[in-house]
């Protein structure tokens, strides 16, 4: 991964740590809507999720990238997901 951690400022604290993350497919994803494996992949979804810090005044973020893929039979987009590493709902700021 060529981005690495880093600090700046954010919202009301002096720091905050930003870890980059990106969240792929597997292997070749089917469509979740028609189960087509006629599918291309189509870019990144970006979202900030808020982990929990051992230090409140030191907040981590993780910037994760989620893998997209488009159906070519019903035109359908979708994303990777992870359960484990971002809940559906999760926190996000």
Request: glycine share 4%.
């Given at each position: 991964?060529?981005?690495m951690?880093?600090?700046?400022p954010y919202k ?16 070749r994803?089917?469509c ?25 005044s030191?907040?981590v973020?993780?910037e ?29 700021n």
């Amino acid at each position: 991964m060529d981005e690495m951690p880093h600090v700046e400022p954010y919202k009301k604290f002096d720091r905050a740590l930003f870890v980059p993350a990106k969240l792929k497919f597997p292997q070749r994803p089917t469509c979740i809507f028609c189960g087509s494996k006629a599918v291309e992949y189509h870019g990144y979804t970006p979202s900030t999720l808020k982990h929990i810090a051992a230090d409140p005044s030191f907040p981590v973020f993780i910037e994760l990238k989620k893998h997209r893929a488009k159906c070519l039979t019903c035109g359908h987009c979708f994303q990777a997901e992870d359960a484990d590493l971002a809940p559906k709902y999760a926190q996000k700021n």
